[in-house]
């Protein structure tokens, strides 16, 4: 874990190119605030001045540090391949220890159906909490396993993997009431688990800190 100090380090932060759905912003190279449940990070990581990535930024993030696209830092400098492909081995190596971080993702039963709570940039680009319906993703475990490239490529609306999601060797559970969503890699797999309590604690559970910069 770095100092939490560096969270005031525009070099510690990944910037994700603006698109027609969110302004830039920076994500941090590292986990914070690891040990401490969904509900306690989500309010250290505000109290920072940042917010906790929702799932579809998330899977924007990984997408852009899976790609051949150059990468900068917030305070303008290039990453470096090499501390490219360290942050990479740290979210998705398959070997020990065990390392997760929290998404900003909710999930709840409304009336028997699904609905999702999340932080979504609106028009305006600020990020507001909203409550909508689950889009149509995928409703059944996979343990192995879904194609992980096909989900950072193909995810619904909401950042989940679609149902036609194809088949490989990263582990999935599928959303369930009263959860919340985090990723996970140990020496066995990795996995996206969306059947997580928020009280869940572990001294290798974190959340990457995500701020906008002016």
Same mark, same amino acid.
């Given at each position: 874990m770095v100092d939490v100090k560096?969270? *005031? &380090?525009?070099?510690?932060?990944?910037?994700?190119?603006?698109?027609? =759905?969110?302004?830039?912003?920076?994500?941090?190279?590292?986990r914070y605030f690891c040990?401490?449940?969904? *509900?306690? /990070?989500?309010?250290?990581?505000?109290?920072?001045g940042g917010f906790v990535l929702?799932?579809?930024? #998330?899977?924007?993030?990984? %997408?852009?540090? %899976? $790609? &051949?696209? *150059?990468?900068?830092? /917030? &305070?303008?400098?290039?990453?470096?391949?090499?501390? %490219?492909?360290?942050?990479v081995d740290d979210i998705f190596g398959v070997v020990p220890p065990y390392r997760g971080e929290w998404f900003d993702n909710v999930f709840s039963k409304d009336g028997g159906d699904?609905?999702? !709570?999340?932080g979504k940039f609106g028009s305006d680009g600020i990020l507001s909490e909203v409550t909508e319906p689950? @889009? @149509?993703?995928?409703?059944k475990n996979k343990t192995p396993g879904i194609d992980l490239d096909y989900w950072l490529k193909?995810?619904? !609306?909401?950042?989940?993997? /679609?149902?036609?999601?194809? &088949? #490989?060797?990263?582990?999935?559970?599928?959303? !369930? =009431?009263? *959860?919340?969503? %985090?990723?996970?890699? @140990? $020496?066995? !797999?990795?996995?996206l688990g969306c059947n997580g309590s928020s009280q869940v604690s572990d001294s290798g559970l974190g959340v990457r800190v995500a701020k906008i910069f002016k």
């Open positions: 560096t969270l *005031d &380090d525009k070099g510690f932060f990944v910037l994700v190119p603006e698109t027609s =759905d969110h302004p830039v912003f920076g994500v941090s190279l590292d040990g401490e449940n969904w *509900d306690c /990070a989500k309010s250290l990581v505000a109290k920072s929702p799932l579809v930024y #998330g899977v924007e993030f990984y %997408r852009l540090l %899976r $790609s &051949d696209s *150059d990468l900068f830092c /917030a &305070d303008g400098s290039r990453m470096s391949s090499h501390h %490219r492909k360290l942050v699904m609905v999702v !709570r999340y689950l @889009d @149509d993703c995928l409703s193909n995810p619904t !609306r909401q950042g989940l993997p /679609a149902k036609n999601t194809t &088949d #490989g060797s990263f582990y999935y559970w599928y959303p !369930r =009431d009263g *959860d919340v969503a %985090r990723f996970g890699a @140990d $020496s066995g !797999r990795a996995w």
